[in-house]
Every structure is written in C-alpha cells, then in structure tokens.
C-alpha cells in the first residue's frame, strides 16, 4: 500500500476521527515528564519529545490490575471475574525500541500452556501507531541489540517525522485498514520518502553506543560466582526504578485487598521486582538472593541469560531508561562490558 | 486450568491435627462445584494454590493422593499470614484452589523401578501422595520394590500417623520410622535420617530414589545416596520457592532460568547441577 | 563573582589529598565517595580501597546521594575466615555528616569504625528541573562558568545560574561542612564548621502554608499522583534503615501497596512521620526519585513543627537525642486534651 503524509496541523482532525473508535494514547507532558496518556484533545499532545519516562508497557501491563473482586454473604463468597475489556487502543508516537518490547511482552504472556488473558487481551485490542526516532539518544543502543531507531517491524502503522508532516507507512492488515479509513490523507512524494531514508541513516549514525552483545550468556559456576558481580552491585541501593521504568520487565506482586464494612474485596497484581529483598523471601526466613550481589546479578542474567534461553530473544531493547533513571548511575552498558570480560575469561580457560 | 487466576471456591470438610504441638493441620477440600473436581486432574507431587480470599494465597503440596477420590488434602503448617488464616478456619469455610501446578512426580518414568521414598518432618506431605499412590491396587504391580524411610524431631511431629499403621501391616512397602533422639515408648529406629538410609542400605539398581526434607536432611541424604552409587539421575528432589502466581508469569520463583513452579517443584540431581545454586 | 570551577576544583583536591592520607596510613580500610558519572549531571557512588585509584574521587555539583547509607548494614569482609567490621572514611557534605551523626545517636554504627572526610559542599544541582526545562533535548556535555551551568547539546545550548537552579534544600542549607563537637573531634578530618544553633526561617514552605487545608490536601495529591512505588526515596534514604519497612509488613498488613493515591499518600505521609525529627534535609529522596517528585516538601513542614515544639535540629550534636526517641514533662501535649 502506498504511503501517506500527515501534516502536524492536520492531527486535531486525526485525533478526532481515530477517538470515535479507539482510546487514544499520545505522549503528554505531565509535569515535565513525557507520559503516555489518554488524549481527548489533540492539544494535550507532545510531539517534541526523545521518549517517554515511564515506557508504554503501562497501558497493556498497568502499574495496578483487578484480578477478580468478590463479595461476602455470611460464610458464602461469590468471585466475580475482571470484565473483558473491550476497548480498542491506539498507541500514538510509540518507539520502535517500545514496539518491540510489546513483541517481547507477549511472547513471554503467552508463552506455555497458561496464557496470561489479563495481558493478552489487552495486547490484542492495543494498535501500534509508532514515530521514528530522529535524534537517538547516547544512552540509546537499540542497534546492539538488533533493533534501530527506524525500525518499523512490530508496528502497525509507522511513522517519520519531516518537521512538518509525518511520512505514514501502513505495515500490518490492522494498520493497511486504519489507513483506509482515513481517506482524506494524501499521498506521499517522491522526495518525501527519500527524505525518511535520509533521516533513518541520519538517525542510525547518530547511535553512539555499540556493544557486543552475545546471543545469550551462558555461565559456568565459577562466573556466576565471579567477584566481579561485586563490583557491579556494590553501590546498588535495591529500589525498583530500573524494573519499573523498564519497558520489558513483567515481574508483578498479588495483594488481597478487603472492604470488611462492606462484606466484598479484590485481588489485585501490583509492579513488583527482583531488588526488593522481599521479592524471593520464603516464610521460613530463608532467602535464595540475599544480598544486593545475588539481586542485580539475578536481574542482569534474567535479560541476557535466561529469558534468551527460554525463548530465543534478548530481554532488553536498548532504550536506555535504566541507565539515565539509576540513582547511583549504574550504568547497563559497562555491566555488559564487565559481562563479555567474564565470558572471554571461561574462552581463555577452555582454551588453554 | 479454565481461569489462570481465579480460585475455584470449595468448603472445608475435615480438620485434622498431625502434631502434637498442634501447628500442622491437614485440611480436606471439597470442590462447590462438580466440574471443578472433574478437571482437577492431578499427579502425587503437584501442588496447589490456596486462598483464604482476602487474606491472600499460598503454595503447598498436595497430601492426598489422585486415587482418594471426591477430596482433596493438604497439610499446612502455621507460619506467616495466609496459613495462620487457615490454622484458625473452621470446618464449613470457603477456600479457594488454584491447581494443580508443577510438574509432580515421574510417576510414568517410575514405572518398573524400585522406588525408596526419603522424607524428613513437615516436608512428608508429597511423599505420603506419592506413596498412597504407589500402593492403590491400581498400581502397586506396575512399581518394583517400594521402601520409605520417614524421619521426624520426635514421635509427636510425625505426621499421618493413621496411614504410617496402615502402611506397617502391608507387606508390599518397607517402612522404617526414625525419630532423632530416644524417647520412652519408642521402640522402632532412633537417628537422623542420613545415617539410617546407610543403614537401610537400598539397592541403586533400577531403582529412583525420592528426596525431601530440610536443606541439611537433603544435603546429608544425598550425600549418603552418592555413595549407595545412585546415579544423578535417579534422584529427585521437591523445591520449596516463594510463590505467588504459580504459573510461571510473576517471575519471582526462578533458579536460573526455570521456574519450579512450572519446570518444577520437581527436579532431578543432574537438574539442579546444572542450574546456578540460588535455592 | 563565584567561580563555581574554582571551588569545585580546590575540594576535589583537598577531599583526595585527606583520602589518600587515610589509606596511606592504613587509618580506614575503605573510602566512600563519589566518581564521575557516565551522564552529564549525574555522579556515582565508588567505593575505594586502594590509594592509586584515589583519583577517581570527584567533586562536582551533581552528588546527590546521601553517602550514609552505605553504613547500614554494616561493611563487613571476610578476612582469613573471619568476619570484620571495616573501617570506613566518609566524603561528607554537611548534611551526610549530619545523617552520620544521628545514625551514632541512633546507635547503628560504631563511633569506631567511622571517619568523616568533611568536605564544604556549594550546592547540588536539581538535576531532574534542569531536564524537564530543557525538554526534547539531550545534554551532551556541561561546562561551569563563572557561576553558570552551562549545557550543551545536539544544536542547542542553555545557561542556568547555579543558584537558581540548586535543589530547593541546598538553596537555605546552613550546614555546609559537618558540624563539629567536642565528642567527634576524633572521627572528623577536612572542612569542619561549628554550630551551636540554628535559625530556620522556612522561608521555602511559606506558600504551602498559607493555603487553607483543602487546598493543602488537593497540593499535595498532585505533587505526590506520580509516584510508582518503587522506594528509591526509602533506599537512598540513611535513616530509613529497617529491616522490614511498615510498608512490607503483612502480619498485620497496615497500608496498601498499590499506586492508588490513597496508598500513595499514606506511604509518604506515614514515612514522614517517621523521619519526624530525624530527616537532615539532604535532598537524595527528591534527587533520586525517577519522577522527579519534590519530596522535601513533607519533610520540611515536620521539620518546622518539630523546630516550633522541641526546638531541635537533627544531626548536629550527638548528646541531643531526638524528640521522637524521649520526652520531657513540659512537651506541648494539647491533641490529649478535651477540648474546653
């Protein structure tokens, strides 16, 4: 299907036609952090911004979930199941590094034989309508990891910013079918398509960040137990700002909550994440990672070992977030050079 | 399972004190609703998730054994919020079931095999379905020669003492009961659960050997297999993790990158080797 | 005119020169510090053993992380076998000092095993405003002059005067240097600076307090809506030390976990209270916060009561112990009175 051009000063009318159907999410600027929120007017959109703080995961995995309500009656108890949510959602401006974590996201949700319907329903009913990203940040290293910033793969609709006008290309059926909809968009020129491959090489280069990254990292005991994991978590406080603000994090918490004055309740699923102490702690007192060592060595592997082990994908995008939001600037990227260290030093051993 | 994460509501049936001390209770659930008991199809060393709604959810082993039929059973020791809830439950209640999860026993694979069962206290819970299991008319040809060995702090912890009677007048099961330490009345073994598995001395040939325990009984017990010459595959092991979804979605019960309650709570030795030691 | 550079430059060099004395002379086995970050405006925690990696120690007015922190747990390694208590050398800004002193009042740390490396502090940047004022911008790289913070980035370039744009605590911080006493002469080394009171004039909470109590209530809700829960506050936090926070308690669960606005009022209000009387305005809570929500605000209204009844200013002596951990009979006590 051929590509589109929106003028920035034709998305009030795109906006408008898109909210009949769909709940709009667009970048806001709330306080001065970049969100994405629901958007009614087209004027509460930001569309200047490198990207969000808190990534989109929010809008199919919620920081706070009903997993069912239920009601008293005497000693009797009726469970009530979450409704099935029906509304259809537009993600409006998503990065191809976020996009990409919704892949990552839903093959982890729907992986096995139990599915995770909370989520997957969600996921299903969610379109991607993403923006290239211009200007790369340096704590950006989508490129390392497969990904790059004009990636349109795992979206529905994607879009390149040429200052004034959007340059739309449908990608999916879902997306092709949008597009259709919207039939008083014209097409886009020559120029402007060369123009979009300029700025994706423009934006490619920009990428300042490279690390090799191995397919999966795979330890004998004498790495896990490396004194370099010392080093790396020495200064990590265990709050959860990198898990929370991590687009592929999924770890979550389950909480009954209950009305006693009114004889009803609700269990609940709450963000939750491997640096609280209280994340693996048994009853009994006893605590597998008991320490910030075993914590943030459990977080890094869980991205780079295990998770491309069961499913054949790397568990990190290369948005960066955690770099720039770590109070004490532990930074990814030389964790993952400290990593290749240890893994060279098991090939010098083999070798030798 | 129909809904990932809604119970399915029964009432409790029976209470039934195991200890002398009186904080381990075995619970017997039936299901409201008849369908649920149909699918609940389960293997001896599942577990299931319980709830006392509004207090919350914990994970335990299933007591009962799938050839008890129209209840199930668990034993729940007192420790933290839920199972204080479930210690001060009358019978009649509401309980809800997530289940059954993990893996459960080989009890296919084990078919043909000599089977020596090791538990030591509270952890017996899974062993005794197993065991139930083993011994139903059903099945006790398909095994070979079926020994237990069952260890406790003293004769007032030990638990299921009506089927331990049962299962000492059967002559197709071995059953060797120790306690720590002497104690007046006590005239079967006195020991710690390692140093009698020496004495017992089972045969490793085709057999699987079943391990469960505290951390140290496991430690000593599998120490003592290794020289028997069990090899790392013929010895299994039931994990314990903080658990919260019991389906392998909230991520915090990873060794590695298996989960036990997906990829366990069963694990053989040569599996554990091979996962980091974070457990 | 202030030379920001200037001064920065002559504490980095004072600060290294007492640290690498220190190890020198075998007098701690560990220094805690701060290193260059790998982000514009922002530092990171070090810690350093060894007097040739001495140099990795920078001052620049981006450390915001209340060092204190690091003392609990204790810092213990295992040496041949045994388990020993380290001791440990300090870089301290007055208002990490002043946390040490009344974690020793508190009795978690050793007088012992501490040294504070005073250091004159000039000023944290508020590091998150600086961002939310820059917008779709990335800095690339900083550079002070005179007394302006200068930030640079792919084709733009802004100036922000220091003094403006320090975080609102450091703008009416009185104690710059660790406050010196007779009964700490021994574990302080480097800048030092005598206090014998202090005068607060709270000028910062002025418009907070003249808004009526809804209008307080509806402030606060909105400067607290964002909050994730993810605790990074509690954990910068030195005096926020137990080992099961209220929080995480669940026999009997007190307060909801969710990011409700309810549980999020009560979480922060509660751990208010808590550090009523014992908060030392450093600032890390709202520093390190990743929604950049202004936390100081709580603590500085329950500092200005405790001041008014008690007349008592956290961390500056270790004889005075806090209000919260004693009494006396003529405290103000009219919430137990009837109401005639």
Redesign the interface.
């Known amino acids: 299907m051929q590509e589109k051009i929106i003028f920035k000063k034709e998305i009030p009318k795109l906006v408008k036609e898109l909210t009949k159907e769909y709940v709009f999410y667009a970048p806001k600027n709330v306080k001065g952090n970049i969100e994405y929120k629901r958007v009614n007017n087209s004027k509460d959109i930001e569309l200047e911004f490198l990207n969000s703080k808190v990534p989109p995961k929010e809008i199919v995995f919620p920081r706070m979930e009903t997993m069912f309500t239920y009601t008293r009656n005497g000693k009797n108890i009726e469970i009530q199941k979450p409704k099935k949510v029906e509304d259809k959602n537009i993600i409006f401006g998503i990065r191809p590094c976020d996009a990409h974590s919704f892949v990552l996201l839903e093959h982890f949700f729907n992986f096995g034989e139990f599915k995770d319907d909370l989520f997957l329903n969600k996921r299903k009913n969610t379109i991607l309508m993403g923006i290239g990203c211009n200007t790369p940040r340096n704590t950006c290293f989508c490129t390392s990891l497969e990904g790059h910033p004009f990636k349109k793969d795992d979206m529905d609709i994607f879009m390149v910013d040429l200052d004034d006008r959007y340059v739309v290309s449908p990608i999916s059926d879902t997306g092709k079918e949008i597009i259709e909809g919207l039939s008083w968009l014209v097409d886009a020129k020559e120029e402007d398509l060369e123009k979009a491959i300029e700025l994706s090489k423009k934006a490619e280069s920009m990428i300042s960040t490279t690390l090799e990254i191995q397919d999966s990292y795979d330890f004998l005991d004498s790495q896990f137990s490396d004194p370099i994991w010392k080093e790396i978590s020495e200064t990590c406080m265990g709050c959860g700002s990198c898990s929370f603000l991590c687009p592929t994090c999924t770890c979550f918490d389950v909480i009954d909550e209950e009305d006693q004055y009114n004889n009803r309740g609700r269990r609940m699923r709450i963000w939750d994440t491997c640096q609280f102490c209280l994340y693996s702690l048994h009853t009994s007192g006893h605590n597998p990672r008991d320490s910030s060592i075993e914590r943030c060595r459990n977080r890094i592997l869980h991205k780079f070992s295990y998770y491309p082990t069961n499913y054949n994908l790397i568990g990190c995008v290369g948005c960066g977030r955690c770099i720039q939001l770590c109070p004490v600037n532990n930074d990814l990227r030389v964790i993952l050079k400290k990593l290749n260290e240890i893994q060279k030093k098991e090939e010098k051993t083999i070798v030798a | 399972m129909l809904d990932l994460y809604i119970p399915m509501l029964t009432n409790i049936k029976s209470i039934t004190s195991e200890n002398k001390v009186n904080d381990i209770k075995t619970f017997e659930f039936v299901f409201q609703n008849d369908d649920d008991l149909k699918n609940f199809n389960y293997v001896p060393g599942q577990f299931a998730e319980l709830s006392i709604i509004g207090k919350g959810e914990c994970p335990i082993g299933i007591a009962s054994s799938p050839t008890e039929e129209g209840s199930v059973k668990f034993t729940i020791k007192k420790m933290g919020t839920v199972t204080s809830q479930f210690h001060k439950s009358e019978v009649g209640d509401v309980v809800g079931i997530r289940g059954p999860l993990g893996n459960g026993w080989p009890v296919e694979d084990m078919k043909g095999k000599d089977i020596v069962v090791i538990g030591g206290g509270f952890a017996f819970s899974t062993l005794r379905s197993l065991t139930e299991y083993i011994l139903h008319k059903d099945n006790r040809d398909k095994y070979g020669k079926l020994t237990v060995i069952y260890g406790n702090r003293d004769s007032g912890e030990t638990l299921y003492k009506f089927d331990l009677e049962k299962w000492e007048k059967r002559d197709d099961i071995e059953l060797v009961l120790t306690i720590d330490r002497e104690e007046e009345g006590w005239t079967k073994k006195v020991g710690f659960v390692a140093p009698v598995v020496k004495e017992v001395s089972p045969s490793s040939k085709n057999a699987i050997a079943v391990v469960c325990g505290p951390p140290i009984m496991i430690k000593t017990t599998i120490a003592v297999l290794e020289e028997l010459e069990f090899g790392d595959e013929q010895i299994l092991n039931s994990l314990e993790m903080r658990m919260k979804c019991g389906v392998g979605k909230c991520g915090r019960c990873n060794i590695g990158n298996k989960y036990v309650c997906l990829d366990g709570p069963v694990f053989s030795l040569a599996e554990l080797k091979k996962l980091p030691n974070e457990y | 005119m202030v030379d920001i550079k200037n001064e920065n430059q002559k504490i980095e060099e004072k600060m290294r020169n007492v640290a690498r004395d220190l190890l020198k002379e075998k007098k701690v086995d560990l220094i805690i510090g701060y290193s260059e970050?790998?982000?514009p405006l922002?530092?990171?925690?070090?810690?350093i053993r060894d007097e040739q990696e001495v140099n990795k120690l920078v001052w620049n007015n981006s450390c915001y992380?209340n060092l204190a922190?690091?003392l609990i747990p204790n810092i213990r390694e295992n040496i041949n076998g045994e388990f020993v208590d380290l001791k440990v050398g300090i870089i301290s800004k007055g208002c990490v000092a002043r946390s040490i002193i009344h974690l020793l009042v508190e009795h978690q740390i050793n007088k012992e095993n501490i040294i504070i490396i005073g250091i004159n502090c000039n000023g944290i940047l508020d590091r998150?405003?600086i961002?939310?004022?820059i917008?779709?911008?990335?800095i690339?790289e900083t550079e002070v002059s005179g007394d302006y913070l200068i930030v640079k980035g792919?084709k733009f370039e802004k100036k922000f005067k220091f003094e403006d744009y320090m975080n609102e605590l450091c703008k009416h911080c009185k104690i710059r240097a660790p406050p010196i006493s007779d009964s700490l002469k021994d574990n302080i080394v480097g800048e030092c600076q005598e206090v014998d009171s202090l005068e607060d004039p709270f000028e910062d909470i002025i418009d907070f307090e003249k808004k009526s109590a809804d209008e307080k209530w509806a402030f606060m809700n909105e400067v607290l809506k964002?909050c994730?829960?993810?605790?990074?506050c509690?954990?910068?936090c030195p005096l926020c030390y137990c080992n099961l926070c209220f929080v995480?308690q669940?026999?009997p669960?007190w307060f909801?976990?969710?990011?409700?606005i309810s549980d999020i009022l009560i979480f922060h209000m509660v751990r208010g209270l808590h550090l009523a009387g014992r908060c030392v305005e450093c600032g890390a809570c709202s520093?390190?916060c990743?929604?950049?929500i202004d936390l100081s605000l709580i603590n500085r209204k329950i500092n200005q009561i405790v001041k008014d009844r008690f007349d008592f200013v956290s961390g500056l002596s270790l004889e005075k112990l806090s209000p919260m951990m004693t009494y006396k009979m003529n405290d103000k006590q009219e919430f137990m009175l009837e109401e005639n």
């Open positions: 970050g790998t982000l922002a530092s990171a925690p070090v810690f992380v922190k690091y998150r405003r961002e939310k004022d917008g779709a911008h990335e690339t792919n964002d994730t829960r993810c605790y990074a509690r954990e910068a995480d669940n026999l669960t909801g976990k969710t990011s409700e520093s390190v990743p929604m950049g």
